[in-house]
């Protein structure tokens, strides 16, 4: 089976942009979840989609959203971006009911 | 509350097992994690551990669990020049669906 990908691997974008990344899971796998990961918080969550629906979310701002589609791939929006959201992003997918995850190998986003 | 904590760094030389500590603070954990970073990937999942077990053993992994003292360790045998990596230890709860909370992540260095 292909692993989890995200696209697109690297993206520098300037502060008050937007951005969207996308995470596409293991194919038959229903859960999605996204982690930010920085030097100085570590891994930290902040969403997860179970068939279209949000799951969980973590603490973070309204600017950090997430969607599903009916075909489990995932995209995740961060609007009006600042210096600190420089980060990477990983995507997890699960088969939803066991409590394996699988990360992809991130989205690297530098704001300037 | 939620916490988990590893110590930062471990040298060891190549040939010796290495053995990588955490401790949790939440006694309600369902699943326990270790999960392998390289430069510039993502997560790999290495091994997991469900609460009611004090052990589990995977080739050259061995995952040690103590609940008593909220503490496990991840002992890696004849450790190779190859597992040089960060090491995250990670935790479940039951109403987290699939939501992970890690520590900060152990650098093993491993010389020849």
């Known amino acids: 089976k292909a692993g989890v990908t995200q696209t697109p691997r690297y993206l520098i974008k300037t502060r008050g942009q937007q951005v969207t990344l996308s995470c596409s899971p293991i194919s038959g796998h229903r859960s999605v979840s996204w982690y930010q990961q920085t030097p100085g918080q570590g891994l930290q969550f902040l969403f997860e989609?179970?068939?279209?629906?949000?799951?969980n979310k973590g603490n973070f701002p309204g600017r950090f959203s997430g969607r599903q589609f009916s075909n489990s791939r995932s995209e995740m929006n961060v609007s009006t971006l600042e210096l600190g959201d420089s980060a990477l992003y990983l995507c997890a997918s699960s088969p939803g009911t066991l409590y394996e995850q699988y990360f992809g190998p991130g989205t690297r986003l530098t704001v300037t | 509350g939620e916490d988990v904590e590893q110590s930062l760094f471990l040298s060891v030389r190549e040939g010796d097992s290495s053995v990588i500590n955490c401790t949790y603070t939440d006694s309600s954990s369902t699943y326990l994690y270790w999960y392998k970073q390289e430069p510039g990937a993502g997560l790999q999942l290495l091994t997991y551990?469900?609460?009611?077990?004090d052990m589990k053993q995977d080739q050259r992994l061995t995952v040690l669990l103590n609940k008593k003292d909220k503490h496990l360790s991840l002992r890696i045998a004849d450790t190779q020049t190859g597992d040089s990596a960060i090491y995250f230890c990670a935790e479940t709860f039951p109403s987290g669906y699939s939501t992970l909370t890690f520590g900060k992540g152990t650098m093993l260095l491993v010389s020849p």
């Open positions: 551990i469900f609460s009611n077990m």
């Open positions: 989609y179970f068939s279209e629906t949000q799951r």
